[in-house]
Nanobody, 122 residues
Framework: QAQLVESGGGLVQPGGSLNLSCAAS????????MGWYRQRPVKQRELVAT???????TYADSVKGRFTVSRDNARHTVHLQMNNLKPEDTAVYYC????????????????WGQGTQVTVSS
């Protein structure tokens, strides 16, 4: 099974920026969708941004114009550039990979990362 490892979280002041990265490990052929979800205190996990293999992107209304998702399909990585961060962006951010197919032909599988904490506070 593929594993997703997130990095780049931390503490930042309101108006600041962070860049999250996620790398999928394993002998992978393709991943249909990759992106980010987040879970804020006392709230359910919600979609932040996703990007399909061919390029279609989806963003939550709350982050449009501030966050940008990008992928490197050769390296099986996905990134989230977060600008003009707000206190309400504070959450654990989870990387998600949809329909992973391995080079052996096995799959598809869906996988979640373990999460990285983003805290926006002055």
């Amino acid at each position: 099974q593929a594993q997703l490892v997130e990095s780049g979280g931390g503490l930042v002041q309101p108006g600041g920026s962070l860049n999250l990265s996620c790398a999928a490990s394993g002998n992978i052929r393709t991943i249909l969708g990759m992106g980010w979800y987040r879970q804020r205190p006392v709230k359910q996990r919600e979609l932040v941004a996703t990007k399909l293999l061919i390029g279609d992107e989806t963003y939550a209304d709350s982050v449009k114009g501030r966050f940008t998702v990008s992928r490197d399909n050769a390296r099986h990585t996905v990134h989230l550039q977060m600008n003009n961060l707000k206190p309400e962006d504070t959450a654990v951010y989870y990387c998600y990979a949809n329909r992973i197919v391995f080079a052996t032909g096995r799959g598809p599988f869906d996988t979640w990362g373990q999460g990285t904490q983003v805290t926006v506070s002055s």
